[in-house]
């Protein structure tokens, strides 16, 4: 009994150990591939099977050589064959597919699946990356900056970089820059290979690719079919080279082999891309200024764009085509922000700051280098926080209709026209390259939405920018088209902007750049009114900014620095920054709040049991039932008999990661990362053990939906493990 009984508590003991040293409650970190080997042992106990070399080598092909960065980092995505075959979100592709899109080949709401080479649409202006290496320049870099203040140490630091890119690119086709981490207390030297000639291979119908929408975005259980295929194309001798019809598919260094095994609760697995932007090291002040100024002004003035454009994407296909992609965008965003305000307070993101802060300043004590940070930084938040909002509704707000995106591009005309005889030559050169990029941008120009954007936004800024704030061409617009209250003035204005503005359509456009005269650009109400705005902003209120950031920059450096010395856990790996990070964890579920248990995986029987015929966000095409109660799952099936959609690990991800390939113990693509879980949308700024996951779509899905739904012969292309 006795013998029984110690048993059972040496056992307990066990457990009990083993829990607090359990893997799954560290996965905390975004981290440099080329400093992997110190995690090894981590990564091991949590399952993994490879070495830090097949991650990151730069001697032979490893993992990152198969990883490519989108675009400059709004994505990522992964090498797949041998042909350069390229997987990526289907939200990474959007723009691609919408502007390949058209009311008679609508590719967007069909799918298209391209049979041969030859039929694989060129993307005018999409470019991948892929890193050639890395190299620590901290200590060439942190030794020069001494005693410079912010303005010379960012100049030094600039033409550091420049030498050092130089150096490592020169008799290549390479390019290189210095980027900075944690505010600037280490430096990197990154080497890149950029590839021009991507064409999209095939991509789902939007029902499957956006399957629940905006409804669904941000938020686990999840039935999205969020993938996009692409291929990168060379010049014969494999060297990246711009778009040409002869051009022939890119022979990676190395591609990822597909895992068909399939995925349990526990499991490890790696996440291997490009996050974009992090802010873990954000104190309690920036966290009370983001709750309660720029978050609501970025949320509020987003609201009214999507509205207005919701409106009119909803009554025709071409006006849904050409706003779709930026609808989109802002859309994301939108919504990322309302959930991280809540967020935030729900998990007390604040008192969380304070307490770290209280540490700290104990810790100061008596350190000159630490003891007045917050003092300092507490006066800069102060003398800035009056004016924070400013520029959000700006940028967010006015700035966000298309007219006046429009007039901003005509700025440059305005100092030329004091004398156009003497500056012909410039004057013509403007005018060419702006009809250049007008064509494209009247494409996306909705004059109705647009309209109300203007009146809305100006009345939001209106009512919630201090009226000390606001520029002269306010009280003139409230006087020139009075009608009672300023709602219905700003709105008279938006109408009249829009029957005169030379910058309301191409044609008018046209005419006035044939004859351009200073009286017509100054007189254009809709260059008055973006002028008015950016003019007061410039003069009056970007130095508070200015200011703000430069000692914000200056103190979290401090900051950071002396967190690492307090405690150098609290700094073991670098804020996000858009450059490639591993992240490494498990298949995991969570509870989101009491009494209900999300499972780590959702099956296509949720596609069902979701599915709204005609609704925008939650239909499905019609193959799809057919396949779906016929059981014609392939190869794709899990154990239960369903197809696998998607699944949850607790990868640190963030935007910029979305495509990135998740990775089982032996470096096999299982999915693909496209999304954060709402109850951890305060992510960026703390990560939350309890509740943050990375929602992944499964790659059986893919398959699936490749092969059986678009009836595509793509998959022969793979290397298939099973
Ligand atoms: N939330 C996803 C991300 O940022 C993007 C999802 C796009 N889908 C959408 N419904 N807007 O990675």
């Not at 941008?441 to 009345?459: C, E, G, H, M, R």
């Not at 008279?492 to 910058?503: D, L, N, R, V, W």
Request: contains cysteine; aromatic residues 12%; neutral net charge.
């Amino acid at each position: 009994m006795n013998r029984t009984k110690t048993l059972i508590l040496a056992l307990l003991a066990m457990a009990s150990t083993a829990f607090a040293t359990n893997p799954t409650t560290t996965d905390e970190g975004m981290w440099l591939p080329m400093l992997i080997g110190k995690n090894q042992a981590q990564m091991k106990k949590q399952g993994f099977k490879l070495t830090p070399q097949d991650i990151y080598d730069i001697n032979k092909a490893s993992l990152k050589d198969a990883i490519v960065m989108l675009g400059g980092g709004f994505c990522t995505g992964e090498i797949v064959s041998n042909k350069g075959l390229l997987f990526t979100n289907h939200h990474c592709g959007y723009d691609a597919i919408t502007t390949l899109s058209t009311p008679q080949d609508n590719i967007l709401d069909n799918g298209f699946w391209a049979k041969t080479n030859a039929e694989e649409r060129p993307v005018e202006g999409l470019f991948v990356d892929i890193l050639v290496r890395m190299e620590d320049v901290t200590n060439k870099i942190l030794p020069e900056l001494k005693g410079l203040d912010e303005k010379a140490r960012a100049a030094k630091v600039n033409s550091l970089g420049n030498e050092f890119s130089k150096k490592a690119t020169d008799g290549t086709t390479y390019n290189a820059s210095v980027r900075e981490f944690a505010k600037g207390n280490a430096y990197y030297l990154f080497v890149f290979e950029k590839f021009t000639d991507i064409r999209l291979v095939g991509t789902p119908p939007q029902s499957i690719g956006k399957f629940g929408g905006d409804t669904d975005n941000w938020e686990w259980p999840r039935h999205t079919g969020d993938f996009s295929v692409f291929r990168i194309y060379v010049n014969k001798e494999n060297k990246a080279a711009d778009y040409a019809a002869e051009n022939v598919p890119y022979t990676p260094k190395k591609f990822l082999p597909v895992s068909l095994k399939g995925i349990k609760a526990g499991d490890f697995t790696m996440v291997f891309g490009f996050p974009g932007r992090t802010n873990r090291y954000e104190t309690s002040m920036g966290v009370k200024l983001a709750i309660e100024k720029v978050n609501p002004a970025i949320i509020n003035s987003r609201d009214i764009r999507l509205k207005a454009w919701k409106e009119e994407m909803d009554k025709d296909v071409v006006t849904k085509l050409a706003l779709s992609s930026e609808y989109a965008n802002i859309a994301n965003y939108w919504k990322y922000f309302i959930g991280q305000t809540q967020q935030m307070q729900r998990l007390k993101v604040y008192d969380q700051k304070l307490a770290l802060e209280a540490q700290f300043k104990d810790f100061a004590k008596g350190k000159p280098a630490y003891e007045g940070i917050f003092d300092e930084w507490q006066k800069a938040y102060t003398a800035y926080e009056p004016y924070a909002a400013h520029q959000s509704y700006l940028s967010q707000g006015i700035f966000g209709a298309n007219v006046v995106q429009m007039a901003l591009g005509a700025g440059a005309l305005e100092p030329m026209l004091s004398d156009t005889a003497k500056n012909k030559a410039m004057i013509a050169q403007i005018r060419n390259s702006t009809l250049k990029n007008a064509d494209e941008f009247y494409k996306s120009f909705n004059l109705p939405s647009d309209q109300k954007i203007v009146a809305q936004t100006l009345l939001l800024f209106y009512n919630n920018v201090p009226k000390d704030q606001h520029p002269p061409v306010v009280a003139e617009i409230l006087k020139e088209f009075s009608a009672g209250t300023p709602e219905e003035s700003f709105k008279k204005f938006a109408q009249e902007m829009y029957f005169t503005s030379h910058f309301a359509s191409k044609a008018n456009l046209v005419k006035f750049l044939n004859n351009p005269t200073a009286d017509g650009l100054t007189n254009d109400l809709a260059y008055r009114y973006f002028n008015g705005f950016r003019k007061n902003y410039v003069s009056k209120f970007s130095k508070f900014a200015a200011d703000f950031q430069t000692a914000d920059k200056r103190l979290a450096r401090a900051y950071i620095k002396g967190l690492g010395e307090m405690n150098p856990d609290l700094v073991k790996y670098p804020d996000a920054n858009s450059t490639l990070r591993v992240s490494y964890g498990n298949v995991q579920t969570y509870a989101p709040r009491d009494a209900v248990h999300y499972d780590h995986k959702t099956t296509m029987k949720g596609l069902a049991e979701k599915y709204k015929p005609g609704d925008s966000e939650f239909d499905l095409p019609k193959n799809f039932f057919d396949l779906y109660n016929a059981k014609d799952f392939g190869q794709y099936a899990d154990k239960d008999g369903q197809v696998p959609v998607a699944f949850i690990t607790n990868n640190d991800i963030t935007g910029g990661n979305s495509g990135s390939p998740v990775l089982n113990a032996k470096g096999e693509l299982i999915g693909l990362a496209f999304d954060g879980n709402w109850e951890a949308m305060s992510g960026d700024i703390v990560f939350d053990k309890t509740y943050k996951r990375c929602i992944n779509v499964d790659i059986r899905y893919v398959l699936w939906c490749i092969e059986k739904l678009g009836g595509s012969d793509l998959v022969k292309e793979l290397q298939i493990v099973k």
